[in-house]
């Protein structure tokens, strides 16, 4: 049975992806990208990447860093990204690995899925695939590609270790992980890690740093980095609350703990 928060997030990205279809601009957390702002979202990408992608994919971009920066992609390589959404990821990945290469896209909004397919065949783009699953059931073979990428999505699962023990299980031997994510930086209170709007808003969920590298580590991962990139302050949180018509939330909760509480990060690790 689907649990509360999964159907809250489903619902609620499925609903970007329609507004999206409709030409209207739509967010993960008030702007563009998923904890930022539409100026924000602009430098996540260099226009070389962008240029010549349906505006559908780039207005639905939700990410919190780009991934594919430090993923070092190489053609002829298979990757697979977790949460891919209207396929921005994938699509500019495809044209790192090549025709020689493959990139999947992993969602499990049919929304999303159904928005990313249409990017796809506006693009022309051939060597890429989106399929639906859950980033804690990843349907592939085992060590099937070479290099797994997710941009603001593993914050969102409620059971991280599942699925960091499916990305590991996915990847080839020495095969590579380049994850985009929100991280938890000082302790908060238990209502802001267990409210379901903050949750689904990429506020609450993070993991703090030390835990992702446990859990990483106890995947079977090496050669962990976790690295801090943009620090998010109590009136960028304050903004996004607005946004998202979470004030009343917001305004229960102890404004000063909020700040510099949480940031966009780079993960990387090696199988």
């Known amino acids: 049975m689907e649990s509360i928060k999964r159907s809250k997030i489903r619902n609620y990205y499925g609903g970007i992806a329609k507004g999206v279809t409709a030409n209207a601009k739509s967010s993960c957390c008030g702007g563009s990208s998923c904890c930022g702002d539409n100026t924000e979202n602009a430098e996540l990408y260099d226009p070389e990447h962008i240029e010549g992608l349906p505006k559908e994919a780039i207005n639905a971009s939700l990410g919190c860093a780009n991934p594919l920066v430090f993923a070092d992609l190489k053609p002829g390589e298979k990757v697979l990204d977790l949460g891919s959404g209207g396929g921005i ?11 020689t290469g493959m990139v ?6 049919e929304e999303m899925l159904k928005l990313a397919i249409q990017n796809k065949e506006k693009s022309g783009i051939k060597n890429v695939e ?3 699953g859950y980033i804690e059931d990843i349907p592939l073979d085992d ?10 999505v593993i914050n969102l699962s409620e059971s991280k270790e599942d699925a960091i023990k499916e990305a590991y299980r996915v990847l080839k031997p020495k095969g590579r992980l380049a994850i985009a994510d929100i991280v938890q930086l000082k302790e908060v209170s238990d209502e802001i890690k267990q409210s379901i709007e903050l949750w689904v808003g990429c506020i609450s969920g993070a993991l703090e740093m030390e835990e992702y590298k446990r859990i ?4 079977g991962f090496k050669g962990i980095e976790v690295t801090p ?6 009136e960028m949180l304050k903004s996004v ?19 510099g509480a949480f940031a966009s990060a780079i993960v990387k690790a090696y199988k």
């Open 89 to 99: 990821d994938v699509l500019i990945a495809s044209g790192y690995v090549g025709v």
């Open 104 to 109: 999947y896209g992993l969602d499990m909004t």
């Open 130 to 132: 989106f399929i639906k």
């Open 143 to 152: 060590e099937t590609v070479d290099v797994i990428t997710s941009n603001c």
């Open 216 to 219: 990483l580590k106890m995947a």
């Open 229 to 234: 990139v943009s620090l998010y302050s109590k």
């Open 241 to 259: 609350a607005t946004s998202k018509k979470l004030d009343d939330i917001y305004k229960r909760l102890d404004e000063e703990s909020l700040d």
